[in-house]
Nanobody
Framework: QVQLVESGGGLVQAGGSLRLSCAASGRTFAMGWFRQAPGKEREFVARITWSGGSILYADSVKGRFTISRDNARNPVLLQMNSLQPEDTAVYYC???WGLGISDAEYDYWGQGTQVTVSS
């Protein structure tokens, strides 16, 4: 069992930046970020393999968000720049053994952290 703990959410104005961090108690092949806005289904944001050799982004965040790993300290980071109100959601860290973008491929989930972008 791998436990994941997110941190770094908050309130920011449109155009601002936030950095999310996910600490994992163990290793999985891939680590991903998903988000869920009120009234909407959870959607894929980005994922990275444990080695950092493969990275994938959703089209909606490409060029604005950067996923990375801090190998020395273990967390998975999500740097979010040029935030827009439509980025408002609960962001979840996930760990799994595949390379896909479906949340069904991830076995471990954090509790989520709220990101709110005001206009």
């Amino acid at each position: 069992q791998v436990q994941l703990v997110e941190s770094g959410g908050g309130l920011v104005q449109a155009g601002g930046s936030l950095r999310l961090s996910c600490a994992a108690s163990g290793r999985t092949f891939a680590m991903g970020w998903f988000r869920q806005a009120p009234g909407k289904e959870r959607e894929f944001v980005a994922r990275i393999t444990w080695s950092g050799g493969s990275i994938l982004y959703a089209d909606s965040v490409k060029g604005r968000f950067t996923i990375s790993r801090d190998n020395a300290r273990n967390p998975v980071l999500l740097q979010m720049n040029s935030l827009q109100p439509e980025d408002t959601a609960v962001y979840y860290c996930a760990g799994g053994w595949g390379l896909g973008i479906s949340d069904a491929e991830y076995d471990y989930w954090g509790q989520g952290t709220q990101v709110t972008v005001s206009s």
